[in-house]
C-alpha cells in the first residue's frame, strides 16, 4: 500500500509568475511547501527558458485543470534572426547562420502568413511522450524520433521592437502551439532562419499576468498573506454556467445520483452550487437529466 503523501487539506488556485531557469515541476513543489499542501498539479507546463503566467492547483481544484488545459494562451517572444539552433531557442548549439536580415515590412509579412490554422511538427525538445518518454530525452542522447504535424491556431500575432537581429512578437494561440516551433518557422519564411531567444507567457483564458504573484512574493509571505492570493477552486470554470440546487437535489447529486431537471438548465456542462457553497461539475443530457462528473471530495461549508 502506497504511503500517503503528507500535508494540509489547501484547496484553490494560485496565479504564478515563473521566474526563468525553473522547471513547472520545480515551481509548483516550492508552491505547494510554500503552503504545506498534500496535493498540487499545475495548468500546463512552461520550459526553465520561459517564464510567466503558471496557474497552480491546489487539493480539490486539481480536479478542474483539464479547463484551463484546453484554453488559448497568449506569449510575447523574443525572435532572434539569423541563427538556427539545436534547440530551437537560444540555450541550443548554432547549427546554421546567415547574414541575411529581412526589412521590418518583410518581417510583419511573414508573421502575418501564420495567423489562423497551420500544422505544426512539434520539437524534438518537447515533454511530449512517444512510448512512455519525453521527446527530449531523445533528443539529448542523439536520437531523432518522427513526429506528425498537428494543426493549431494561431489567433492573432503582433510585431514590434524591431532591432538588427530580431523582433519582439506577442502570440494568441490555441492549446499545443509551440511558440518555439513558430519562431523557426518564421526564420525559414524569411530565408535566413531563427531561434526563440526569450519566451513569457501573459494569459491563459481568462487569467492574466497582472494578477499573477512571484515564488518570491509568496514565500515571503506570512500564511494568512499567502491564502490571500489563494483563488476559490471554481474560479478555472467561471465562465460555466450555473445550477443552484435545492438540499435534495444537491444531496442525490453528492451520492452520485442523476437528477431530473427537464428544461431548467441548458444540456451541457454546469457548475453545482447550493445555498452558493460549490460541489463541482455535472452535465445535463438530452433527457433532462442532471449527472454530476467531479465533485468536490467534501465541500467546503
Known sequence: MGRRRKGARVDGVILLDKPVGISSNGALQRVR????????????????LASGLLPITLGEATKFSQHLLDADKAYEARVVLGSVTDTGDREGATIRSSDLRPTPDQVLDACQAFVGEIQQIPPMYSALKRDGRPLYDYARAGIEVAREPRRVTIRHISVAGFTPDGFVMTVRCSKGTYIRTLAEDIGERLGCGAHLGDLRRTEIGAFALDRACSLAELEAASPEGRHDWLLAPDALIDAMP??????????RILHGRAVAVGERFSVGPLRLYKDRRFLGVGQVDADGKLIPRRLLGSAPA
Open 242 to 251: 450555473v445550477a443552484s440546487l435545492s438540499d435534495d437535489e444537491a444531496d
Open 33 to 48: 511547501r510554500a503552503f504545506g499542501a498534500a496535493k498540487a498539479g499545475h495548468t500546463g507546463t512552461l520550459d526553465p
